[in-house]
T-cell receptor
């Protein structure tokens, strides 16, 4: 079956450093991979997506990399800020655009 | 004003009680979803609806039912609540294909924290 999982449950970084959050997947048949951010007490919020035929996509301060050879997805956050502290979920869409979510990584930004 | 609202935000109930969680949206989206979130398990899909006449089971629909009363309203019911249904419940919406924009983006409500004693 398919699954989406994150490598580490918690990531601690210093303010201003770059953060890299990783995700692995087991099934290659996905149309899109997506990253969501969930702040404490709130619902998840869409950050960025990447089509499965792409290797890289950049947004504002974020970059998503997709390595289909090793079935690995990463979210890079440049110059991490305290407001980036949240739980980050990777997800995948297939066909019907209903995402399957991974378990989440908690990003802690220290001042 | 919030685009996706959920009521109640918190609810404590007893085993065997019937509970309804409500979701309303002002985004004009066709698609609505109900998810359950448990610590360490991410989000799991309970039910989803692609339009008013369409209802589909997700991966964990047992013990739950839904009603799509209108395009803007999608309610989740627990017919006879049990303690392992204690969780955080999220409603979400998304735009349908062909209307442009990021098809993958779901818009989530603030969540309902349900405790079943």
């Amino acid at each position: 079956g398919e699954s989406v999982g994150l490598h580490l449950p918690t990531l601690s970084v210093q303010e201003g450093d770059n953060s890299i959050i990783n995700c692995a997947y087991s099934n290659s048949a996905s149309d899109y991979f997506i990253w969501y951010k969930q702040e404490s007490g709130k619902g998840p919020q869409f950050i960025i997506d990447i089509r499965s035929n792409m290797d890289k996509r950049q947004g504002q301060r974020v970059t998503v990399l997709l390595n289909k050879t090793v079935k690995h997805l990463s979210l890079q956050i440049a110059a991490t800020q305290p407001g980036d502290s949240a739980v980050y979920f990777c997800a995948r869409n297939r066909g019907s655009y209903i995402p399957t979510f991974g378990r989440g990584t908690s990003l802690i930004v220290h001042p | 004003d919030a685009d996706v609202t959920q009521t109640p935000r918190n609810r404590i109930t007893k085993t065997g009680k019937r509970i309804m969680l409500e979701c309303s949206q002002t985004k004009g989206h066709d698609r609505m979803y109900w998810y359950r979130q448990d610590p360490g398990l991410g989000l799991r899909l309970i039910y989803y609806s692609f339009d008013v006449k369409d209802i589909n089971k997700g991966e964990i629909s047992d013990g739950y039912s839904v009603s799509r009363q209108a395009q803007a309203k999608f309610s989740l019911s627990l017919e006879s609540a049990i303690p392992n249904q204690t969780a955080l419940y999220f409603c979400a919406t998304s735009d349908s294909l062909g209307t442009g924009g990021p098809y993958n983006e779901q818009f989530f409500g603030p969540g309902t924290r349900l405790t079943v004693l």
